[in-house]
């Protein structure tokens, strides 16, 4: 007898009938028929318990994935079944952001693992991408990747151009002595600016340095965004997702009112720093205040008259240093939550020799320039090693150009002696004129 060639398991279960088989003498007579089977099978959507072995359900059928055989023999009008089930390799992906922090000179390091498990109990193959979805303005700097032993790691990975870290990795069932995950750990070091213009950020998120959908399905570019893919040996893809917030720091400065003259001569200019943090991580910051009056001004005091709660300024600040030194600091390794506002007041005691005036005196230089004139002043902020400044200035009255905003210049002993010398040549002139009419008077 032959094998029915119509046999597909399916609608016709039968292999052979009426098969002759010897009888046994000193050993059994055994018969082997050996069924292949080609199958497609998708697992994305099938939910595979790794705690549950059973390829069956208890009333008999096949779980979700399950490969079941069931073969029936009859001898004799006597009925016999075997059954064999196995679930095919399953390879699932978990992806999670293990940590991203600022390392100086404006670099951030982004670290996340790729975790490949199999829930199927036979062994398996995968393929694995990992693309990076940054924010625009953030630029990579180097990107290392490490995965298990024996596993060949695509060298020209770039998660730009080349995405793929493996191609027809395998991994044993989740029952087979020596299974492990398989753990990928991607390292970014990452450019990182200080601050994120609003014009950059779109209406969806894109752009933003917040991560503004869930982890597991985020594919904005935004914040330290990353996503991974799997494809498994049916062509299947599962993709993870996850995202690092960072910081947005920015700074402005304003003068705090009118310069205002005193009696005495003496200027008291008072100005406003603000520094926000606008993005979606805190920020560590240090802030500076930098004095640029112009020629003949002194600075006889210098303070910082108010400070952010739980902010303490230094006692050393005077603002008069060259650019870069210590002086000039008015506070260092200041902690602003994401959407945090810190407000910083200064005020300068000033006094003008006229005598050393000169045209940087009386007008604020050009916004930029770092050059003195007036009463300018040059805020900075710096975070993770990038500096940004603000800049305010108002400057004094010139001779002769009364009423400008911050009044006129100190009067002097000088001039009080030429006021009152004219008053009195004219009191005598008006007293020379009376008497003049009287005597003309009397002769009349």
């Given amino acids: 007898m032959g094998v029915n060639e119509g046999f597909d398991g399916l609608g016709d279960p039968r292999i052979v009938t009426a098969q002759p088989i010897d009888g046994a003498a000193a050993t059994p007579v055994v018969h082997t028929y050996t069924v292949t089977v080609r199958y497609a099978v998708d697992l994305t959507d099938v939910a595979v318990d790794p705690a549950v072995d059973a390829c069956t359900t208890p009333d008999g059928g096949t779980v979700a994935g399950g490969l079941n055989n069931v073969a029936d023999v009859t001898w004799n009008g006597i009925p016999g079944s075997d ?21 100086g000179d404006g670099k951030w390091e982004v670290v996340y693992d790729l975790t490949v498990g199999n829930v199927g109990t036979e062994a398996t193959t995968y393929d694995l991408d990992d693309e990076l979805l940054f924010a625009p303005v953030i630029t990579v700097d180097s990107i290392t990747v490490t995965g298990p032993e024996g596993v060949a790691i695509d060298p020209a990975f770039d998660g730009d151009e080349n995405q793929r870290i493996a191609t027809d990795v395998s991994i044993i069932g989740l029952d087979d002595d020596g299974y492990a995950p398989h753990v990928y750990r991607v390292t970014v070091i990452a450019n990182v600016p200080l601050h994120f213009a609003s014009d950059d950020v779109g209406e969806d998120g894109t752009g933003s340095p917040a991560c503004t959908v869930p982890a597991g399905s985020n594919s904005l570019e935004q914040g330290l965004n990353n996503a991974a893919t799997l494809t498994d040996e049916t062509g299947g893809t599962q993709t993870d997702t996850d995202c690092a917030p960072v910081p947005s720091i920015d700074i402005t400065k304003v003068m705090d009112g009118d310069p205002v003259q005193g009696e005495d001569g003496a200027w008291t200019v008072s100005y406003a720093i603000t520094v926000v943090n606008d993005g979606a991580a805190a920020g560590v910051y240090d802030l500076t205040d930098r004095l640029r009056y112009g020629a003949g001004i002194t600075v006889e005091t210098a303070t910082v008259t108010a400070a952010p709660e739980g902010v303490t300024a230094s006692g050393t600040w005077t603002g008069q240093g060259a650019e870069g030194e210590p002086v000039n600091i008015v506070a260092t390794g200041v902690d602003l939550a994401p959407g945090g506002t810190h407000t910083y007041q200064v005020q300068v005691v000033a006094s003008l020799d006229p005598d050393a005036a000169e045209e940087s005196t009386f007008a604020c230089p050009a916004p930029g320039s770092g050059e003195p004139g007036g009463f300018a002043n040059t805020a900075g ?17 010139e001779p002769g150009d009364p009423g400008k905003p911050g009044g006129s210049l100190a009067t002097t002993g000088a001039t009080l002696a030429w006021v009152a010398g004219g008053a009195a040549l004219l009191l005598l002139l008006g007293m020379l004129a009376l008497a003049i009419a009287r005597r003309r008077h009397t002769a009349s």
């Fill in 83 to 103: 059954d064999e089930c196995v679930r095919p390799g399953k390879p699932t992906l978990d992806k999670a952001l293990v940590s991203a922090d600022p390392v």
């Fill in 381 to 397: 902020v710096g975070h993770n090693g990038l500096a940004d400044t603000a800049e305010a200035c108002a400057s004094p009255d």
